[in-house]
């Protein structure tokens, strides 16, 4: 039997998709094995958010190489799409792929020896049209599972629209099979995944348009004792039904992470958001009076062009006087083919990384402020498997961190649990605990 390894770079559906092209070549007789490890295929899946994605690329593919030379090389994912020439060039790469082509890479390899130039399979990205589901595995606890792709904003700093094409969907009845797959296996928690995931509902032969409500609706109607969570939503498609939906759900957790990316109008407006700050402290202010113990999630970026210091205060005070409970903080870097990379009143990069260190120090207070809100009280605990120094974890259905002594009769088991002080790890102690 052929033996194959994956690495994967960037967000949680990478992850995924990963995973389904891992099955594919299962199914086919393969054994998967440890990336690093001789192997007699290699696919690399990329991302083009990294700031260094060609540097990181090629040093992936070095390490594929120093465990066996002879490794087929297979290069697909977002930076395979915007530079295949770039990728083709690095030593050792033997195949790219495109958008269109990510998921036949078993199609394409034919015997899988070495060639001289790497071949490119490539189209404009306007033709990439469908959809192929994906969800991930190797993890019996959660799986993230993407139910759309694409997008149709143009943000000035973001290539995606140019990596993964235009907005598009699976299907309802799709998505609800591939839960109770899921599910079925053992899953305890599923994460629903997209690019803009909030814009479902654009799905290929439907008859009339669908909205992400009624994704919402349709999984809150399923049988089985199962969470869901929704992994990120832009606030403009973050509707009051949605939220109302969440609050009173058994399924779905009270939790959710919004993009910000700027709490400056001026900003938001250079960046082509689809919103303005007040809409955002709205939705806020509205899952707070809905879902008072809701973890609300923030993506914030610093040091974008034309951001001065009065500017970067704005999105500080904005977000000091919001009541949300952690953010993920990003430093702005130059992207080919933005319109941000071409704008004037560029940001020192200096200035840019003190600037994010200024708001993860916000953040880790705004996180230790909620954590200890909950202290003696009890939550609903989803344990995992991976443990570190004799402890395991989980998350209550309120996105807390919580840390137990390891048992593995709790590995994959919903357990209310008592919550302690917290640690340097941002973690609550679990005390006293019974099963849910």
């Not at 040091?303 to 430093?331: A, C, I, K, Q, R």
């Not at 003190?354 to 909950?374: D, H, Q, T």
């Not at 498997?385 to 974890?393: L, T, V």
């Not at 009769?409 to 340097?424: A, I, K, P």
């Amino acid at each position: 039997m052929n033996t194959v390894a994956f690495h994967t770079l960037g967000c949680k559906l990478n992850f995924a998709e990963t995973s389904t092209i891992a099955r594919s070549f299962k199914e086919a007789g393969w054994t998967k094995v440890d990336f690093g490890t001789p192997a007699d295929v290699n696919i690399i899946n990329t991302c083009s958010v990294t700031e260094q994605a060609d540097r990181e690329c090629k040093t992936i593919v070095h390490r594929a190489l120093t465990a066996n030379p002879s490794s087929f090389i297979a290069v697909t994912g977002c930076f395979a799409q915007l530079k295949p020439d770039t990728i083709a060039g690095i030593e050792g790469v033997d195949l790219v792929l495109g958008a269109a082509e990510k998921f036949n890479i078993l199609k394409h390899l034919g015997n899988a020896e070495k060639i001289q130039d790497a071949r490119i399979l490539t189209c404009a990205i306007d033709e990439v049209t469908g959809f192929h589901h994906s969800w991930s595995s190797g993890d019996r606890t959660r799986v993230f599972m993407k139910v759309q792709d694409g997008c149709d904003y143009q943000c000035t700093f973001c290539t995606i629209p140019m990596a993964r094409g235009k907005s598009r969907s699976n299907t309802i009845e799709n998505v609800v099979n591939n839960i109770y797959d899921v599910i079925n296996r053992g899953v305890r928690e599923i994460v629903l995944t997209g690019v803009n995931l909030g814009d479902f509902g654009l799905i290929e032969n439907a008859d009339s348009r669908l909205y992400f409500i009624d994704l919402v609706n349709a999984i809150e109607n399923m049988n089985g004792n199962f969470r869901v969570r929704i992994s990120s939503i832009e606030p403009n498609l973050l509707t009051e039904e949605i939220i109302k939906t969440v609050a009173a759900s058994q399924k779905f957790m009270p939790h959710f992470h919004i993009p910000l990316q700027s709490g400056s109008n001026k900003i938001l407006k250079l960046m082509r958001r689809r919103y303005q700050r007040e809409l955002y402290a709205d939705r806020v202010d509205m899952i707070r009076s809905l879902i008072p113990h809701c973890s609300i999630g923030v993506d914030v970026i610093t040091g974008f062009p034309g951001e001065s210091e009065s500017d970067f205060m704005e999105t500080f005070n904005f977000l000091n006087d919001l009541d949300v409970s952690y953010f993920h903080v990003f430093t702005y870097s130059e992207r080919n083919n933005t319109l941000a990379a071409t704008m004037k009143d560029v940001v020192p990069v200096s200035e840019r990384r003190e600037r994010n260190k200024r708001l993860r120090n916000l953040s880790a207070k705004k996180l230790s402020s909620f954590y200890r809100k909950y202290t003696g009280t009890s939550a609903n605990v989803l344990f995992e498997a991976e443990g570190k120094s004799d402890f395991m974890y989980g998350y209550s259905e309120n996105y807390i961190r919580v840390k137990l002594p390891y048992d593995i009769q709790l590995v994959n088991q919903v357990v209310t649990t008592e919550l302690g002080n917290m640690d340097d790890d941002f973690c609550l102690e679990g005390l006293q605990f019974t099963e849910a």
